[in-house]
């Protein structure tokens, strides 16, 4: 809970840098991609049974992670990028043994989860790297303090 609240505020006094705003925007846009693929492909473009299948659940794991995504929390970025990997595992085991459309949508599907998680991974990579950054820059005398450089 500390670790929500405390990214949550950090998250409000900061503005977002263009590459957390990009990546955010990238694991957002393809979460949702993923989830209408699923709801899509189960459905109506390649359903196990005609007239669609229960497997369509399959897509409520994703949107619990929406929420966590769109209020910018970074535990939900770390978490994703480990769930991600079922659904990658998913499509590349449809993608291999499946007969079209099922085999193309499963190559979609891999193709978004690595999308989600090099999405994920470098959002919490750069809201680190600036968090230590302005953290440095924050306490007294280490700013100040110039570099040593060698020749």
Not at 25 to 37: F, G, P, Q, T, W
Not at 116 to 129: D, N, P, Q
């Amino acid at each position: 809970m500390n670790d929500n609240s405390s990214q949550a505020g950090s998250a409000a006094a900061f503005p977002a840098s263009p590459t957390v705003a990009l990546t955010r925007l990238l694991a957002v846009a393809s979460l949702l991609a993923l989830i209408a693929l699923g709801l899509a492909w189960e459905l109506w473009l390649a359903p196990l049974r005609p007239g669609g299948s229960w497997l369509a659940l399959k897509v409520l794991p994703l949107c619990i992670p929406l929420a966590g995504l769109l209020k910018n929390r970074m535990y939900t970025y770390r978490w994703l990028s480990l769930l991600v990997w079922i659904y990658f595992t998913e499509g590349v085991v449809r993608a291999w043994g499946d007969k079209p459309p099922g085999n193309w949508l499963g190559l979609v599907q891999v193709l978004l989860c690595v999308t989600l998680f090099v999405a994920c991974a470098m959002h919490v990579w750069v809201r680190l790297s600036n968090a230590k950054l302005s953290s440095a820059a924050a306490q007294p005398g280490v700013a100040g303090q110039p570099s040593k450089q060698t020749s």
